[in-house]
């Protein structure tokens, strides 16, 4: 069966360099563990250094944290607003009837982030709309507004600049002349705020960032780089051969669609051996994936195969045996959620 190896010293090691570079300028640093479901592992191994809050997408993840970890919710439904166990430390919207709705319910005491939209083009309330947002929100019971907060990178790719200081400027300057509130953070999410992190470019309000694709990746994907300095091996998926044979590849005959409604043809020929894995796009996609052997090369997959060529490899490889495989932050989230693919903390 294939596994996940999860190198957890890894991503502690990461943590703590990118935690370094934080604390040294003054930010607050939370990291973001949505990508292996808060697992109590890696959270632990967090506490460990120091950490005190982690920040997750998932109410369901947030909630089965046990002891003194905060938790910090990054999207809340309306109905779990509404109806669900909302046992959190920090919650980050952009919704006045979420706000609303929690406020109503009470039983607890909510402090928010609010999103504002900054060139994401994601969640986020207006710069013009923000005094008027935040006026209404102080009023409401059991809310209390702790910080402005905006997302980078994940969506249309958008970096910290000199406009998003402008803006961001305007809107802090807006909510202090119409109620004279200031806010205790003013955060930025996404590792696509790190290299303006590093170089003092990020602007003078924020304090308070939110990171999880340098921690557990050492990758930039909004840049497509390497982060120097940071370690790129943390997950690792070993794929089991099913079979190995030559293979005669050519072009002729009928062709249709493959199993993703994709038009596939061969721009080589001749015999080649070709190894069968056990994995598919069901355990992980193969689009964000590299071999550590560097005569491996990816053919394709389907929902429950891949398909490698190995005839160029170094070494002889049998059924039975496993080839490694790097992986992005996409690849490794579907491992660790899949059934077919086995996680091993290591």
Do not use: W
């Not at 504002?116 to 009023?139: H, K, N, Q």
């Amino acid at each position: 069966m294939s596994f996940l190896s999860i190198r957890t010293s890894s991503i502690v090691q990461n943590l703590q360099r990118v935690k370094q570079e934080c604390s040294s300028r003054g930010y607050t640093l939370v990291p973001v563990t949505k990508i292996c479901l808060s697992d109590p592992v890696i959270v632990d191994a967090f506490a460990g250094c120091g950490i005190d809050t982690v920040a997750d997408s998932s109410l369901a993840c947030l909630n089965r944290l046990q002891g003194g970890m905060k938790r910090f919710l990054l999207k809340i439904r309306l109905n779990e607003a509404r109806n669900g166990e909302v046992d959190c430390d920090y919650i980050y919207t952009s919704s006045m009837d979420v706000l609303q709705s929690i406020s109503q319910r009470g039983g607890g005491h909510f402090r928010v982030f609010l999103a504002l939209e900054l060139g994401d083009l994601r969640e986020g309330i207006l710069t013009e709309e923000l005094p008027g947002f935040v006026e209404t929100a102080l009023a409401l019971p059991n809310i209390e507004i702790t910080g402005l907060s905006s997302n980078f990178g994940c969506f249309m790719g958008k970096l910290p600049d000199g406009e998003v200081a402008a803006v961001l400027d305007d809107a802090v300057r807006g909510v202090r002349r119409k109620t004279g509130f200031e806010f205790e953070y003013i955060s930025f999410g996404g590792t696509a705020v790190y290299p303006a992190l590093l170089t003092g470019e990020l602007p003078d309000p924020v304090n308070h960032v939110r990171i999880g694709e340098a921690i557990f990746f050492g990758y930039n994907l909004t840049l497509g780089e390497p982060i120097e300095g940071l370690i790129h091996d943390a997950f690792i998926l070993s794929g089991e051969i099913l079979e190995i044979r030559d293979k005669r590849v050519d072009g002729r005959g009928k062709y249709g669609f493959n199993a993703f409604g994709e038009e596939i043809r061969n721009e080589e020929s001749g015999t080649r051996k070709r190894a069968v894995l056990d994995f598919g796009e069901l355990g992980s996609p193969i689009r964000g994936m590299n071999p550590t052997d560097g005569g491996v090369r990816i053919i394709g997959s389907t929902h429950d195969y891949t398909v490698v060529d190995i005839t160029t490899c170094g070494r002889s490889y049998r059924a039975g045996e496993f080839i490694d495989f790097k992986l992005n932050y996409t690849s490794a989230a579907q491992a660790f959620i899949s059934p077919q693919v086995e996680n091993r903390f290591c």
